[in-house]
């Protein structure tokens, strides 16, 4: 659009359909990375009306813009002695409040546009923490599956041979998501290591005997159940007694369970890619560890746990979101719950759902749990909780301290608290109604635009 003088106007001020447009026209073929933008877009624009120098900063344009995409090749080499390539990212996306901070993902799906999506959500993720990291995302199309632990190996020391150039604890600090675990953290640590001849906290989810933190592994699971138990709370109830369905089955999911329980909850399902278990009698303690052996140490499928408790019926293909419930919590991957699911779970009876993944529900879905005063939890704001322990992580290892068990479980709970608050103070709508999506967006732009703004045009 021009403003008369030959030179475009700002694209805030073409408003959200010229520039979603102009978003869709500058990354072609990436619909997860579209998507994400679309959601914040649709809260930011109605918070940035009438604030003309969010306009003229043209702030979300540049947020939506990462400040670099790094694409590299990975050469390896695997058991049968065969050349492998595949292909590495780092999307760092925004650091105007701290150095980049986010996972790196293993999986055949990774690609440009899931990488950029993640690490724009990332972004405002980091900001409602209120600790000073921005956001980054990364990782490679390698599928850990079925391979053996010197063929990770291998690929993990290529993959950091490319990368470590591009992070550093001031600069960059990876950690693991989908397909990098404690085991790939420490030969990607070990690698860097060796090639910079330097001991620093690069990456987070280390192991504790060379850096790591206490109750990292907790974190994300339990952070999203206490978001929830928040939103419950200003209905004037708890978890007690609450049947929920919980997809996914592995780190984030079984410590989500295992917190429902503890707060007196009843855990129905657990899913993995080819399916999902429901157990009438509820997850126990003993069967949720149960299923964190089977998945970390014996790589097995969810399916096995119908073998192993004659109470469960496994349910191929499906999804959990049909079953009765009070409560759900998405935990697997992105889009995993669409319209149709959304509205059989809010014709179920299901009053709240606390997004323990990135990016879950799809639009349509949130569409609605939103025009139906569901407590909806979007991940940007119920999933931190991993990411502040990663936080913390990165401030022990700058002090050279451990801190203990309580603290963490208290800071924890403090962050999650205080995401809840920044949500209400900018996501009530209504007497007894509060947006949780438009509270997240807006409290995590906030920050972020407050301080790009401090530093001009950069």
Known sequence: MSRGDGTAAPSEHVGIEGFMEGVKRRNPGQPEFVQAVQEVA????DFIEGKEEYHRWQILRRIAEPDRVVSFRVSWEDDEHNIRVQRGYRVQNNNAIGP?????????????SILKFLAFEQTFKNALTGLPMGGGKGGANFNPKGKSDGEIMRFCQSFMTELYRHIGADVDVPAGDIGVGGREIGYMFGQYKRITNSFEGVLTGK?????????????TGYGAVYFLENMLKTKGQDLTGKRAVISGSGNVATHAAEKIVQLGGKVLTLSDSEGFVYDPDGFTQEKIDWVKTHKTRRRGRISDYAKEYKTATFHAG??????????ALPCATQNELNGK???LLIKNGCIAVSEGANMPTDLEGVHLFRKAKTLYAPGKAANAGGVAVSGLEMSQNSARISWKVD???RLLRDIMDGIHERCLEYG???KGYVDYVRGANIAGFKK?????LAFGVV
């Open 42 to 45: 649709e809260d930011i624009f």
């Open 100 to 112: 980049y901070k986010g996972g790196l993902r293993f999986h055949p799906s990774v690609n440009e």
């Open 207 to 219: 192991g504790l005997e060379y850096g790591g933190s206490l109750i990292r592994p907790e974190a």
């Open 318 to 327: 499906e999804r959990p979101w049909g079953v009765e419930c009070d409560v």
């Open 341 to 343: 699911e959304a509205e």
């Open 407 to 409: 603290e963490l479980q």
């Open 428 to 430: 009530e709508r209504e």
């Open 448 to 452: 972020v635009a407050d301080a790009m």
